[in-house]
């Protein structure tokens, strides 16, 4: 007895995307083209809210606000996506190939995850007591003498941005890689060492290339989510450090809704533009 055909087991599916994921992005990008009135919403049609947004942008030479503000919460992107990638890599590669024992795998992994069974918001404040002026690290560089006060640029600074973003996010990056190298045949490895392939000649050439996979996956969740992100560069920057997603917060705090709907279809265009590209280096549907 065949059961009900296939459009009509996806339906359920498809309906619960379209309601909870392409309906509120068309709702964004309508609202975007709302006019902005001073505590209002009105519908309509206009491209004012973009106009608005790259006003003065056509000078490179001296780059207008929203493009500086782009480009610096791109470079946070790339700085924790090159951090989490090393950190996670290395993880992944030593529980995959130096820990035989598959509880010991597990326990070592669930380890590893513990921090993640707590707030985000707990993780990042934890830093604080650490990295402030009377804080733990900097009492103890004075009290071993290799400085005479306190680091002003540990907290409260694109360091101190970077470094929580890292620890909130290393998981992201870890998990999808680790999956990658236990579905790598152990023979690849038997093989490339039989033929005289020392074990960077087996890193690079064996193990990477069929990672790509999960580093791909990793990087598309480390750099969408540290792009969109406004409470971690809030805090940890002391609000001194401006990011998308924090101008985007502000905006809708002052109630500036076309606005900040219209800078959140742009965020959202250049997120889809990175992923684009990084399906271009890997063919990730060919590869799953």
């Not at 020392?198 to 069929?210: G, N």
């Not at 109630?255 to 990175?274: D, R």
């Amino acid at each position: 007895m065949s059961g009900p055909p296939s459009w009509l087991q996806a339906l359920p599916f498809a309906a619960v995307f379209l309601f909870f994921f392409v309906v509120p992005l068309l709702l964004v990008v309508v609202v975007s083209l709302w006019p902005t009135r001073d505590y209002a919403l009105e519908p309509g049609f206009t491209f004012d809210n973009y106009a608005t947004l790259f006003a003065g942008c056509a000078n490179l030479a001296d780059p207008c606000v929203t493009l500086k503000t782009y480009w610096s919460t791109l470079r946070f992107s790339l700085m924790t996506w090159a951090a989490t990638l090393v950190l996670g890599f290395a993880i992944a590669y030593f529980l995959a190939f130096h820990v035989r024992s598959t509880a010991a795998q597990t326990l070592l992994f669930v380890v590893c995850t513990i921090p993640f069974w707590t707030s985000n918001v707990i993780r990042m404040v934890s830093w604080l007591p650490l990295l402030g002026r009377n804080g733990l690290v900097n009492q103890s560089l004075i009290a071993l003498g290799l400085t005479r006060e306190p680091l002003q640029w540990l907290l409260f600074s694109e360091f101190s941005v970077v470094l929580t973003f890292v620890h909130l996010n290393t998981m992201f990056m870890l998990v999808p890689i680790f999956n990658s190298m236990m579905r790598i045949d152990r023979s690849l490895l038997e093989a490339a060492d039989d033929a005289g392939a020392s074990a960077w000649q087996t890193l690079w050439s064996v193990i990477v290339p069929l990672s790509r996979t999960g580093i791909l996956i990793g990087s598309i969740f480390v750099l969408t989510v540290v792009m969109g992100d406004f409470v971690t560069v809030g805090v940890m920057g002391g609000q001194q450090i401006a990011s998308v997603g924090k101008v985007i917060q502000v905006q809708t705090s002052y109630l500036q809704f076309p606005l900040a709907a219209a800078n959140a279809v742009v965020l959202l265009a250049v997120v889809l533009l990175i992923i684009v590209a990084l399906n271009r280096l890997v063919d990730l549907r060919k590869e799953l």
